[in-house]
Nanobody, 117 residues
Framework: QVQLVESGGGLVQPGGSLRLSCAAS????????LGWYRQAPGKQREFVAV???????NYADYVKGRFTISRDSAQNTVNLQMNSLKPDDAGVYYC???????????WGQGTQVTVSS
């Protein structure tokens, strides 16, 4: 089992910044990836960004250049720095963990991000 605890959501004005964090604990293993998904009201959950245990990163096109994902492997923590936020970035952000080669995945409880003036 893996437990994920998110923090850092909140209300921000358009153009502002927020930093999300997710702490993973439990049976982490050596080969895995930690990432973020988001879900706006009435929409499907969508991929935002991911970082592997080897440090490789990948971003959705709609956040490239604005969001930065980073990982502290010693702490099993993943951070998402979100800059130049837009109203379309609002939603519930979920931390996601997937281990390899089992492909088992876990989700955090979600943290709300609101972008509004």
């Amino acid at each position: 089992q893996v437990q994920l605890v998110e923090s850092g959501g909140g209300l921000v004005q358009p153009g502002g910044s927020l930093r999300l964090s997710c702490a993973a604990s439990g049976r982490i293993g050596e080969n895995n990836r930690l990432g973020w998904y988001r879900q706006a009201p009435g929409k499907q959950r969508e991929f935002v960004a991911v970082v592997t245990s080897r440090g490789s990163t990948n971003y959705a096109d709609y956040v490239k250049g604005r969001f930065t994902i980073s990982r502290d492997s010693a702490q099993n923590t993943v951070n998402l720095q979100m800059n130049s936020l837009k109203p379309d970035d609002a939603g519930v952000y979920y931390c996601h963990f997937q281990s390899f080669p089992t492909w088992k995945e876990y989700w955090g409880q979600g943290t709300q991000v609101t972008v509004s003036s």
